[in-house]
């Protein structure tokens, strides 16, 4: 039941983000009629569902890529796919004992980092039109070393 709530929680700022960035209701209800089919069916395709309507929303919404709302969705939406995929396979009435948790929340942990870092390359790469092919093979470069190194932690 804890992992089914910390979908639940992890999804509240992204429906907070998506509401907040839209003129209409409709994304914070979708958001949470599949919050809801994902905390009840974590072993279904309502994450995926979550996280790709999430995704593709905040993509073709007005604003700069790397703002508030994006920053925050970043590790929610990772942190729902880990505890849709702990849910999946935990039994409802299963108390967890928190050293289990220990390996998937250092495996979040290492992946925010990387994914911020490559986040705060990308914030000084220029943009526009005449963007650079050493810009981007400077940020391709980057995410294989980081990938690299996080592999060896």
């Known amino acids: 039941m804890l992992m089914r709530l910390a979908i639940v929680l992890?999804?509240?700022?992204?429906?907070?983000?998506?509401?907040?960035?839209?003129?209409?209701?409709?994304?914070l209800l979708i958001v949470v009629v599949l919050t809801a089919l994902t905390a009840l069916m974590p072993g279904s395709a309502g994450p995926a569902l979550l996280i790709g309507y999430a995704a593709l929303a905040t993509a073709f919404a007005d604003g700069h890529p790397l703002r508030l709302g994006v920053l925050i969705m970043i590790p929610a939406l990772h942190l729902?796919?880990?505890?849709?995929?702990l849910a999946a396979v935990v039994p409802v009435k299963t108390k967890i004992e928190p050293a289990a948790l220990k390996a998937p929340a250092r495996r979040f942990a290492i992946v925010q980092a990387i994914t911020f870092v490559v986040t705060a390359f990308a914030a000084v790469v220029p943009s526009g039109a005449g963007i650079g092919l050493v810009e981007v093979l400077g940020l391709g470069?980057?995410?294989?070393?980081?990938?690299?190194?996080?592999?060896?932690?």
């Open 10 to 27: 992890a999804a509240l700022p992204v429906a907070l983000v998506l509401h907040l960035e839209s003129s209409t209701i409709a994304p």
């Open 80 to 85: 729902i796919h880990v505890t849709s995929a």
């Open 141 to 153: 470069a980057l995410t294989v070393v980081i990938g690299v190194v996080a592999l060896r932690i």
